[in-house]
């Protein structure tokens, strides 16, 4: 077992891009190391840009490489310079390319075993299923963005909204923390009173991720990992053959009777069960998944509550090839899902759904095909916002 305890910086770019509490295994695997002053650094085992963070007191964070960077063990370097045994061009040809799971317009292509960062042109977007770049005029690289911050000198730290980058202007970006009781405001580019995603006597999503020219969440609270085979296109995430998103966030939390979920779809398979959001984790048990069944015209749900008891919904008449939104709620007793204007599903349900040490993931469960197309405007709530199962905002303009 490898554990590195030294604090670094990455020279050539963001070193240290995005962290996420997490709990269960990953916390087991910082127990591993031996962790000198208090903390280290530990490889995340399948990916080549993520890593643990290891606190002694605090317990494990996942973070995130910049983009085109890969940890090696102790720091972030260019793709290129690092052996990484999970690097996904080991087993692909010299040529082939993949999203780099951040941005739109960014890929990896392989060279000799090893992924090397390549950026599209202007106003086009990488899509994996082409193996190359297409016009989307929706896809807008920062260099070419009016924004605020843009002009300053500051920039959000993906993962931690109580952080942010300040940026010289050249080439050197370093990690700043808000004083205490303070968040880094993106639209104001610097640190503010008020929570971000929070206000008052309203319910606001924990995390949104919006896949609006990256992968980010909306407001830097929560990484996603996403695999070689989904890549931004139109302001949605598109998923090609394989394609799978993770959200370790979503591990070891407890939902309880009252929450929230909501995310749009279009699959453009028409085969067998389609797996749109689940925590089916390799060979370990799941407590929910909801699959879409084109040939039936049916989404279902499959859940597991904190009892045992085994819940099954469904929803009928969803059309194929064509753009859904699923909505999912839980209050007190009532268990509802709803797809866009249709008859909604109801049971009852006296506990909440089980905690799992699994992720979140998105286009793959066990027993399921795997999603090819797009998924778009993921949402969470540990409440339930007002009128969210109403019809008027979801009908058809």
């Not at 004083?179 to 319910?203: H, Q, R």
Request: glycine share 8%.
């Amino acid at each position: 077992m490898f554990c590195e305890a030294l604090v670094v910086l990455l020279q050539v770019t963001i070193a240290y891009g995005g962290g996420m509490k997490v709990g269960g295994f990953l916390n087991q695997l910082c127990d591993e190391c031996v962790v000198d002053g208090g903390w280290g650094y530990y490889p995340f085992q399948g990916s080549c840009n993520q890593y643990l963070h290891c606190s002694e007191t605090a317990g494990a964070y996942l973070e995130t490489c910049a983009v085109g960077t890969f940890y090696d063990g102790k720091i972030c370097r260019h793709a290129r310079d690092v052996k990484c045994p999970s690097d996904p061009c080991k087993t692909k040809p010299s040529g082939y390319k993949y999203s780099d799971g951040q941005t739109c317009y960014g890929f990896y292509k392989c060279m000799n075993g090893r992924s090397n960062h390549k950026e599209c042109p202007p106003k086009m977007c990488f899509k994996s299923e082409f193996q190359g770049c297409t016009f989307d005029p929706t896809c807008i690289q920062p260099r070419f963005l009016s924004h605020p911050c843009q002009e300053m000198t500051t920039h959000p730290f993906p993962g931690h909204y109580n952080k942010f980058y300040l940026y010289d202007g050249k080439d050197t970006f370093t990690p700043m923390r808000c004083p205490k009781s303070l968040w880094y405001n993106p639209s104001i580019c610097t640190c503010d009173w008020v929570i971000p995603g929070k206000a008052e006597d309203d319910c606001e999503p924990l995390y949104h991720f919006r896949y609006n020219g990256n992968f980010f969440e909306k407001y830097n609270r929560a990484p996603q990992i996403p695999n070689y085979a989904v890549s931004i296109f139109n302001k949605a995430a598109f998923f090609a053959p394989g394609g799978k998103i993770l959200i370790w966030m979503m591990n070891d939390l407890e939902m309880g009777n009252e929450f929230a979920l909501s995310f749009e779809f279009m699959a453009k398979t028409y085969d067998g069960e389609i797996a749109l959001l689940s925590n089916s984790y390799k060979d370990l048990p799941f407590t929910y998944k909801i699959t879409f069944i084109p040939s039936k015209r049916v989404v279902k749900g499959y859940f597991l509550l904190n009892d045992g008891v085994k819940v099954d919904m469904t929803v009928h008449g969803v059309e194929p090839s064509k753009p859904h939104t699923v909505r999912l709620a839980k209050y007190m007793e009532t268990f509802k899902m709803k797809v866009d204007t249709m008859p909604e599903a109801v049971v009852h349900a006296d506990c909440g759904l089980a905690a799992t040490t699994n992720p979140m993931i998105i286009g793959e469960a066990s027993g399921c095909n795997g999603l090819v197309g797009f998924f778009d405007e993921l949402k969470f709530f540990k409440c339930i916002p007002a009128g969210f199962l109403n019809d008027d905002q979801y009908k058809k303009k």
